[in-house]
């Protein structure tokens, strides 16, 4: 991979804090997600994207076929690649997201 897993910074408390903690949680499981997501020309990996809202944050594929893609278990893929790429992401990586969250939230109180 090479690059930094999370680019933005979380910064100190308030709503503005709050959404960065949650785009860094979204951004890790879109990384991690990236490399299961099933690739032929690399398409549908590149529609990968993280937003935030007022209260969550999510990670979202964009191509026509994402949804089938992720939800079609008998489709054969490349090795390392595979359906349900977002969910075993979300689900595999439910620990890491909850320490990137709480090392912000310390972060946020001088802890």
């Given at each position: 991979?090479?690059?930094?897993?999370?680019?933005?910074?979380?910064a100190?408390?308030?709503?503005?804090?709050?959404?960065?903690?949650?785009?860094?949680?979204?951004?890790?499981?879109?990384?991690?997600?990236?490399t299961?997501?099933?690739?032929?020309?690399?398409t549908?990996?590149?529609?990968?994207?993280?937003?935030?809202?007022?209260?969550?944050?999510?990670?979202?594929?964009?191509?026509?076929?994402?949804?089938?893609q992720?939800?079609?278990?008998?489709?054969?893929?490349d090795?390392g690649r595979?359906?349900?790429?977002?969910e075993?992401?979300?689900?595999?990586?439910?620990?890491?997201?909850?320490?990137?969250?709480a090392?912000?939230?310390?972060?946020?109180?001088?802890?």
């Open positions: 991979m090479g690059k930094p897993p999370h680019p933005v910074a979380p100190a408390g308030g709503r503005d804090g709050a959404n960065r903690v949650r785009l860094l949680a979204a951004e890790h499981v879109l990384q991690v997600s990236n299961r997501v099933p690739i032929e020309e690399g549908l990996e590149r529609s990968g994207a993280t937003s935030i809202g007022d209260l969550e944050a999510s990670t979202s594929y964009s191509t026509p076929y994402a949804a089938r992720h939800e079609e278990l008998t489709w054969q893929h090795k595979r359906s349900k790429f977002l075993s992401a979300s689900i595999d990586e439910k620990d890491t997201v909850a320490a990137i969250m090392k912000a939230a310390r972060d946020a109180l001088g802890q």
